[in-house]
């Protein structure tokens, strides 16, 4: 257990429905990332958070993703009207950023599947 | 992209040394190199990481070579519990590249 707790762990849904995953990270970490990962491949980065600012994101987060992290603690990430091809996992990750090399902490992952 | 190389996959007997290697010949000096590893269905877990120096810790070692280019991953003795897909990642650690990119990896299999 690295003390990033992800919710639901697995959730199915209907296409169209919207669904919602919630991480809460490791506590005083500053930075949150979410990641997204399909069977036999690596975890694609989707977004990041610097407390409760969110600096990046990539094109992978298609106008139906939101995230946010609103007082800088815990975050969430919807998807709205959900397809087939977002069944995946969802991973969140978070680090305590400075220049010395930190370590970024993944919890166990949310899987979505679409059906 | 991913910027390192690694073999798709290895296998190892169990109670040997596992040593998964890693190119990375475009590094920069300011990248780090980093280890982890995803049993199936989980996170991914931290490993390891380094700069320039070695590295050792209760999980493992990291050999970095001093050009840089490349490294190695050493399990002293590999478990079964290590079959694991090891993933090598080079990582900045400025604002605009502190996220970690995964590649594919390598499947190791630790047969008993």
């Known amino acids: 257990d690295t003390g990033v707790s992800q919710n639901p762990r697995h959730k199915i849904t209907k296409r169209g429905q919207n669904v919602t995953f919630r991480c809460d990270p490791i506590?005083?970490?500053?930075?949150l990332y979410w990641y997204r990962q399909t069977l036999g491949q690596g975890p694609e980065f989707l977004t990041y958070f610097q407390n409760e600012a969110q600096l990046e994101k990539s094109r992978l987060l298609s106008d139906r993703f939101s995230a946010e992290r609103p007082k800088g603690s815990f975050s969430t990430l919807e998807i709205q009207r959900t397809e087939q091809g977002d069944s995946a996992m969802y991973l969140c990750?978070?680090?305590?950023?400075?220049?010395?090399?930190?370590?970024?902490?993944f919890g166990e992952g949310s899987w979505l599947t679409v059906v | 992209d991913a910027k390192t190389t690694q073999p798709p996959s290895m296998d190892c007997a169990e109670g040997r040394a596992a040593n998964l290697p890693c190119n990375h010949s475009?590094?920069?000096?300011?990248?780090?190199v980093y280890w982890y590893r995803q049993i199936h269905s989980q996170g991914p877990q931290y490993i390891i990481h380094?700069?320039?120096n070695n590295e050792t810790n209760e999980m493992a070692s990291l050999i970095i070579t001093e050009d840089r280019k490349s490294s190695t991953l050493i399990l002293p003795h590999a478990t079964l519990r290590d079959t694991a897909v090891y993933y090598c990642?080079?990582?900045?650690?400025?604002?605009?590249?502190?996220?970690?990119?995964f590649g594919k990896g390598i499947t190791l299999s630790v047969r008993p």
């Open positions: 990750a978070s680090s305590l950023e400075d220049r010395g090399g930190n370590t970024i902490y």
């Open positions: 506590s005083e970490h500053n930075r």
């Open positions: 990642i080079v990582r900045t650690l400025n604002s605009a590249g502190s996220k970690l990119t």
């Open positions: 475009t590094i920069s000096g300011n990248e780090y």
């Open positions: 380094g700069l320039k």
